[in-house]
């Protein structure tokens, strides 16, 4: 790892320990599947708010925010923080969230997946983030039949083709946790984006609804230009007769995260939270 990419990887996980991390995950013990670049620390930028980016993964792994022991729930949450696929809003999108949920008893894995441009890989990380998890539900103390998944944008896009993809990308076999399943009990589904790419903005062709199709949370609003994604979600799992709940805003734009004065940022939580209680 050369001197830059080194005093990156400080950086991101000094800002990581500003939260509640207590631990990284690296998925792949063996080659990272597809991956033509050697293993390295991921490559962050900082903005000019101080917030956190991730312009490149070739080691893709888990960021650990366990509760509160008193408070633990024994469920687990991953985070895909969002980004177009060619970065990670790792603070936005991740760490501020993961912080939050451990408050409400969730033990949070914020996954930071491969990037850039690698879709299949990212659907693969997310897949066997899914399986490494339940293979170690007895160490965190969570059920491993309920562990759900969160993705912002890209990440939401991301957390809906690991809930409905017809075929996903096959990788080989790393452990046994492979044999485990790689689907999320639950998808959380925040300013989704890349999900009406069919005929008349409906559903994008590789992923299907079903009546077995796990229960769906999906936050977004009107003046968002990504906003047919989330009618092109609902209204495919509303036809499969799934459990679907979408809440449309009418302003809040796209990217907010849980930014305060943002009344989208400030309404999700509270939608979120009452719908995990229900469902989760």
Request: glycine share 8%; aromatic share 8%.
């Amino acid at each position: 790892m050369d001197i830059l990419r080194l005093i990156g990887w400080v950086t991101l996980l000094s800002s990581a320990n500003i939260y509640a991390q207590t631990d990284s995950i690296y998925l792949w013990p063996r080659a990272v599947p597809g991956e033509t670049k050697p293993k390295s620390g991921p490559v962050p930028t900082t903005l000019e708010d101080g917030t956190i980016r991730v312009i490149e993964v070739t080691d893709p792994f888990l960021a650990v925010f366990p509760p509160k022991y008193s408070n633990k729930n024994g469920r687990a949450i991953i985070i895909c923080p969002g980004g177009a696929y060619v970065r990670l809003a790792v603070h936005k999108e991740g760490y501020t969230v993961a912080n939050w949920l451990t408050e409400l008893g969730y033990t949070v894995f914020v996954l930071h997946y491969r990037v850039p441009d690698k879709r299949d890989g990212a659907l693969q990380d997310l897949q066997r983030s899914l399986r490494l998890i339940r293979s170690m539900s007895r160490q965190y103390e969570i059920d491993p039949k309920k562990i759900g998944a969160m993705g912002f944008s890209a990440g939401a896009n991301l957390v809906a083709r690991a809930g409905m993809a017809t075929s996903p990308p096959p990788y080989p076999g790393q452990d046994h946790s492979d044999s485990l399943s790689g689907t999320p009990d639950c998808m959380i589904i925040i300013y989704p984006a890349y999900l009406d790419g069919g005929p008349i903005h409906s559903l994008s062709p590789g992923l299907v609804a079903t009546s077995k199709t796990v229960d769906t949370f999906i936050f977004q609003t009107m003046d968002d230009k990504s906003a047919q994604s989330s009618f092109a979600l609902a209204s495919a799992l509303q036809k499969a007769k799934a459990n679907v709940e979408l809440h449309m805003l009418p302003s809040g734009g796209h990217g907010y995260g849980m930014n305060a004065g943002n009344k989208a940022a400030e309404t999700w939580p509270k939608l979120l939270k009452e719908w995990l209680e229900l469902h989760f």
